[in-house]
Nanobody, 124 residues
Framework: QVQLVESGGGLVQAGGSLRLSCTAS????????MGWFRQAPGKEREIMTA????????YYTDSVKGRFTISRDNAKNTVYLQMNSLKPEDTAVYFC?????????????????WGQGTQVTVSS
């Protein structure tokens, strides 16, 4: 049984930082693409960033480039999202997800396993 558990969300002032973690079990972590998505109220869930199994490939959506950094530690079955210079528009529920369908993908439909989400709120 696959389980992804996020942690690290919370309330932060604009300009501040947060680090999210996602620990996986029941999945061959070192072989799967991992992604971070977010969903704001009334909006679609969208991909923020993704990292390949060996960390060689990384993707960032334009709105987070230069502010967010994705990394992973395969020995700990954990993927991280370092978020700096946070803005009120970054407020959302953040989800980590794993894709076992492709060696590399940023398509939401390719991600087969999801965490429960963690709330990030950025105050102005």
């Amino acid at each position: 049984q696959v389980q992804l558990v996020e942690s690290g969300g919370g309330l932060v002032q604009a300009g501040g930082s947060l680090r999210l973690s996602c620990t996986a079990s029941g999945v061959p972590f070192s072989s799967v693409v991992m992604g971070w998505f977010r969903q704001a109220p009334g909006k679609e869930r969208e991909i923020m960033t993704a990292i390949s199994s060996n960390s060689v490939l990384r993707y960032y959506t334009d709105s987070v480039k230069g502010r967010f950094t994705i990394s992973r530690d395969n020995a700990k079955n954990t993927v991280y999202l370092q978020m700096n210079s946070l803005k009120p528009e970054d407020t959302a529920v953040y989800f980590c997800a794993a894709s076992s369908r492709a060696r590399w993908t940023i398509k939401k439909d390719d991600y087969t396993d999801w965490g429960q989400g963690t709330q990030v709120t950025v105050s102005s």
